[in-house]
T-cell receptor, first 114, second 109 residues
């Protein structure tokens, strides 16, 4: 079956702009998590959505937001971009069932803010 | 879900040698998982070991779990250049999985 698909793979924005990233989970998975990865901070948890509801949230400013649609696809948005938002953004899907817990990652969207 | 702490931070070995990475965690777990990340790519799930298991094998991977010491180790035998990657351990749960800094493994050909 198809894996987790993230689009776009690469994008360049300038400070002050906003960006929307998309994540299509594995069919049947209801949970989508988002992570930001930078050389300095490592992998940081942004938020997790399950059945269209944000279930968990990391410690990021309100400029970072997300949503999940009824087909489990998820988008994250970053407004008023800053240079420090340059990062690899990863999404991961899972069944959302705590008895399993395995995460399946996409290849990421690499954002560069100039 | 909780973060695991990997040790060492970095490891450099020759191809063919074994690589051992360690993981410590703080509270009781249901299971512990190991992931691999090749540079700039997404993470790949390697192996899951449940709290009632002590050892598990998958190909060239061997994972041990010591719940009394709250620690786990990942052994990669007969390493290959393609094993060069970062390795992370996490407690499973999928709801709010927090990753540590990982161990960066470099396998020299």
């Amino acid at each position: 079956k198809a894996g987790v698909t993230q689009t776009p793979r690469y994008l360049i924005k300038t400070r002050g702009q906003q960006v929307t990233l998309s994540c299509s989970p594995i069919s049947g998975h209801r949970s989508v998590s988002w992570y930001q990865q930078t050389p300095g901070q490592g992998l940081q948890f942004l938020f997790e959505y399950f059945s269209e509801t944000q279930r968990n949230k990391g410690n990021f400013p309100g400029r970072f937001s997300g949503r999940q649609f009824s087909n489990s696809r998820s988008e994250m948005n970053v407004s008023t971009l800053e240079l420090g938002d340059s990062a690899l953004y990863l999404c991961a899907s899972s069944l959302g069932d705590s008895s399993t817990g395995e995460l399946f990652f996409g290849e990421g969207s690499r954002l560069t803010v100039l | 879900s909780q973060q695991g702490e990997e040790d060492p931070q970095a490891l450099s070995i020759q191809e063919g040698e074994n690589a051992t990475m360690n993981c410590s965690y703080k509270t009781s777990i249901n299971n512990l998982q190991w992931y691999r990340q090749n540079s700039g790519r997404g993470l790949v799930h390697l192996i899951l070991i449940r709290s009632n298991e002590r050892e598990k094998h998958s190909g060239r991977l061997r994972v041990t779990l010591d719940t009394s010491k709250k620690s786990s180790s990942l052994l990669i035998t007969a390493s290959r250049a393609a094993d060069t990657a970062s390795y992370f351990c996490v407690e499973g749960g999928g709801f709010k999985t927090i990753f540590g800094a990982g161990t960066r493994l470099f396998v020299k050909a």
